[in-house]
């Protein structure tokens, strides 16, 4: 603030002949202030209340809103369709040509003979190979005994319990004999010494061993060439058998020619039985 000179303050003049108009005009202006107001406070009034007359602004945003919004209803059956199981999963099974089961070993095999499924044979002495897991299709619980022809070449002999594929109706004694057989020349191990493979005088017949009712398939896999010096065809024979167990099967395939495994074929087959105990 300034700090110089001090002044009295004026005295307010006293009115004079003019001072009734101006108290006229300060009465106007107060009136027109007042409408002015009442003018704006009806306004803004009105403006403040207009939304909750309408319904509110919230509620217009709603209803523009569910406007736009697919119906629940709508919705709903789109998910119900979209959930609706289309039926069953398929079971269907593809069969396979020449089907192997997990190998399981259920048999203990008794003293001097070897246990496969139902059935039981002796192994000759020419065959002193033995292998649990197998040669053959369509077959578990297998034991096989093998003999040597040559080097990298061997005949067997083997028995076991007939199992087919999960899904695929088991087609009976003749029909198995048959598909175990030729997947025995499809699908067998035969390496690379025996090449241009052929399958030759194919038998199906109805035997009966030991009581036990059943089939049998013969054939013969002839080679169009070989680099094998003992054999050049291989005599395959499957029988499947009703036992007890259930459909067992003994199979063999024996080198052609060889004469001291063609005798011990003939004996093993000779000594096929079902169980023993």
């Known amino acids: 603030m300034h700090t110089g000179e001090q002044f009295t303050s004026p ?31 009806a306004t803004v009034g009105y403006l403040v209340l207009r939304p909750t007359l309408l319904g509110g602004g919230g509620d217009e945003t709603t209803a523009a809103t569910s406007e736009t919004a697919e119906d629940p209803e709508d919705t709903a059956s789109d998910d119900a369709t979209a959930e609706e199981p289309t ?24 003293s ?22 197998g040669f053959v299709y369509f077959l578990n619980d297998t034991q096989t005994a093998y003999g040597k022809v040559e080097e990298g070449w061997i005949s067997t002999m083997t028995v076991g319990e ?46 009966t061993i030991a009581g036990m009712p059943g089939y049998e398939t013969r054939a013969v896999v002839n080679f169009g060439s070989d680099d094998l010096e003992k054999t050049d065809a ?4 499957v029988v499947v058998l009703d036992t007890d167990q259930g459909p067992s099967a003994f199979v063999t395939d024996t080198a052609v020619g060889v004469t001291e495994h063609e005798e011990a074929v003939e004996k093993a087959y000779a000594s096929v039985t079902g169980l023993s105990g």
Do not use: H
């Not at 695929?168 to 025996?194: H, L, M, R």
């Not at 291989?234 to 024979?237: A, G, K, Q």
């Open 11 to 41: 005295q307010p003049p006293t009115p004079g002949p003019g001072g009734g108009r101006g108290g006229a005009l300060l009465i106007g202006g107060i009136a027109f202030a007042i409408v002015f107001l009442l003018i704006v406070g």
């Open 87 to 110: 039926g069953e999963a398929s079971t269907t099974v593809v069969e396979e040509r020449c089907w192997s089961p997990a190998y399981e070993r259920t048999s203990k095999n008794p």
């Open 112 to 133: 001097g003979k070897l246990r496969g499924g139902g059935l039981e044979f002796i192994p000759p002495a020419a065959y002193t190979g033995r292998e649990s897991e």
């Open 162 to 207: 007939v199992e087919w594929q999960p899904g695929v109706e088991y087609p009976g004694n003749e029909v198995a004999s048959q598909k175990i057989a030729k997947c025995f020349f499809t699908d067998g191990n035969w390496g690379e010494k025996a090449r241009e493979r052929t399958w030759d005088d194919e038998t199906t017949k109805p035997v």
């Open 234 to 237: 291989t005599e395959i024979v």
